[in-house]
């Protein structure tokens, strides 16, 4: 039974830093950040897998988020710094999915967090 509860959004100014938690049950191969404005799909934004051995980024996340994993605790966590308005959505953790393929689609996870939004003014 897989269970992914989200924690740490926010609001902050452009420019500022958040940092996201999911605390997982089970061990899933892949786990995967991915987010969705108003409005819009749902995006992938960020992918780690085997433990912390890959890990894969979105264009608009390279540079300035980082995703890890916390083998120990079973907590994925994703750094956002330097956040800018076009962040602002309501950010979930996925797994069971395909990560390694060099994309993320929504529709390839089986399981889902609440999301937590995370607002930038």
């Known amino acids: 039974h897989v269970q992914l509860v989200e924690s740490g959004g926010g609001s902050v100014q452009s420019g500022g830093n958040l940092t996201l938690s999911c605390e997982v049950t089970?061990?899933?191969?892949?786990l995967a950040w991915f987010r969705q404005a108003p409005g819009e799909e749902r995006e992938g934004v960020a992918a780690?897998?085997?433990?912390?051995?890959?890990?894969y980024y979105a264009a608009s996340a390279k540079g300035r988020f980082t995703i890890t994993k916390d083998n120990a605790k079973n907590t994925l966590y994703l750094q956002m710094n330097n956040l800018k308005p076009e962040d602002t959505a309501k950010y979930f953790c996925?797994?069971?999915?395909?990560?390694?393929?060099?994309?993320?689609?929504?529709?390839?996870?089986?399981?889902w967090g609440q999301g937590t939004q995370v607002t930038v003014s």
């Open positions: 996925a797994a069971y999915g395909y990560c390694t393929g060099g994309y993320l689609e929504a529709d390839q996870f089986a399981y």
């Open positions: 089970g061990d899933p191969f892949c």
């Open positions: 780690i897998w085997n433990g912390g051995g890959g890990t």
